[in-house]
């Protein structure tokens, strides 16, 4: 597909006000594309679907959730309708020569924002164009649209659950490759807050750096002369290692695999320092409760990203009205 296709102006601008970037996100979308059509076209819609036809199609939620990517799943459709990719039938693939939907011919309309809670049988978003455009755009705008809306709804599960403890539920950066920032996009339509981006946004000294270094203090020490203006977290897995990591001067501090009980007393030796705290490893729905009131402030949950479960939409296309 051509490299140069630009998303609509509307598009970009709903994926700026998400904090997503409009460039990554075209890219993604091109890179999606090209692997569903493998540099050719869409041969089923191209062998079944007059090149002239025109059609509206509703996207559907399927199951109850949060919603999540809707501007994503119009960048997809931008990208198919303005470059007609995948609706081309030429050389040996037969049919008309020539894009289908030129300029953009594609319209969305937005009928439930991100964060939303949506129910099962809600009409997300109304679709308008070229059918062969549409249907080549469908399994890649609802493959983004399924993951999304499934981390937000995980995300907005475990958030629901603290809710009134104080804490909040945090993101990591188990992430699909390539997909983090949408990903973390998801997470916050879902009520969660994000993580570090990336390696490079934030320090976090965990147990290999530790031993490396020669121990928690040593570890924190280290990192505070080479990058003094970058906050760091330090991960404890003992009581020991917590009061070291406050006599070091931590600001934040990763209470790793421990118990409830020593949670708790992790909060008591914590009172006092200007410190917050973040519970992480082996939490599970069922504990998330009794973790968060032992009094952290985080809960760092990777299953967010790497274990939500799609969330089920489909896109319906409206059946002709009846002739005569």
Do not use: Q
Request: aromatic share 2%.
């Amino acid at each position: 597909m051509t490299a140069t296709v630009a998303l609509r102006p509307s598009t970009a601008e709903a994926l700026t006000a998400a904090g997503l970037d409009p460039v990554l996100v075209a890219d993604l979308v091109r890179r999606a594309l090209d692997e569903d059509l493998a540099g050719g076209v869409d041969v089923t819609s191209v062998a079944t679907i007059p090149a002239d036809r025109v059609d509206t199609g509703d996207v559907v939620a399927r199951a109850d959730g949060v919603l999540a990517g809707v501007p994503v799943a119009a960048a997809v459709l931008d990208l198919v309708g303005t470059a007609g990719v995948g609706t081309v039938g030429v050389g040996a693939a037969g049919g008309d020569p020539g894009p289908v939907a030129p300029g953009g011919a594609v319209t969305v309309s937005v009928r439930m924002a991100d964060g939303a809670r949506v129910r099962r049988g809600d009409v997300l978003l109304t679709v308008t164009g070229p059918t062969r455009a549409l249907l080549t755009a469908e399994r890649t705008a609802l493959n983004l649209l399924c993951h999304l809306s499934g981390i937000a709804t995980l995300t907005r599960t475990w958030v629901d659950t603290v809710a009134g403890t104080g804490a909040a539920v945090r993101d990591t950066r188990k992430t699909v490759p390539g997909l983090r920032a949408l990903a973390k996009y998801a997470v916050r339509c879902g009520g969660g807050v994000n993580h570090r981006m990336s390696l490079s946004d934030a320090g976090l000294v965990k147990d290999n750096h530790v031993l490396a270094a020669g121990g928690v203090a040593a570890a924190f020490a280290a990192f505070r002369r080479r990058f003094p203006d970058l906050p760091v977290e330090v991960e404890c897995d003992s009581l020991a290692d917590v009061e070291a990591a406050l006599a070091a001067g931590a600001d934040l501090i990763l209470l790793d695999n421990m118990s409830t009980a020593d949670l708790a007393a992790a909060v008591g030796l914590a009172r006092g320092y200007p410190v917050r705290l973040e519970a992480s490893g082996g939490l599970t729905l069922a504990r998330a409760r009794e973790v968060a009131a032992a009094g952290v402030d985080f809960l760092a949950v990777g299953a967010l990203t790497h274990s939500a479960p799609a969330l089920d939409i489909a896109l319906d296309l409206r059946a002709a009205p009846a002739a005569g």
